[in-house]
């Protein structure tokens, strides 16, 4: 019997998120293959050109077009916006602040301050229990 292989393998699809890539801009023999952990920390520490090619001009997947954007993914969607993006076209839509954008720019803020408050209401309530104890 042939002994198990020891290495972890995930599919082109997990490996391109982990790098925070878009999958079908990567090239074909990435695509095609598995991608052992091994592999992607190779990725991560050494990145191959088409690799920082990509991070810097894209396409770019939706998490990381929303998050360069300020808005949550579903903002995205919400404004039309379902494809990936470039950076240059990224960046055309921050000049050009369509009114979609800014209320989800706002919505987002909301969202982030109202973590925080709750956060600290937690903390709070944390310290209050224990100074009862």
Known sequence: MKSQQSTQTMKPATAAKKLGVYLPATPASFQEGVVSR?????????????????RDNGPHPRPVVAAK????IAGLARGGVTEALTTEQIEALKQERPEWLEKERATQAEVRKETVRLKNLKKEKEAGGADRG
């Open 38 to 54: 091994a592999e992607l920390a190779e990725l991560q520490a050494d990145p191959p050109e088409w690799l920082r090619e990509l």
């Open 69 to 72: 954007l300020g808005v949550s």
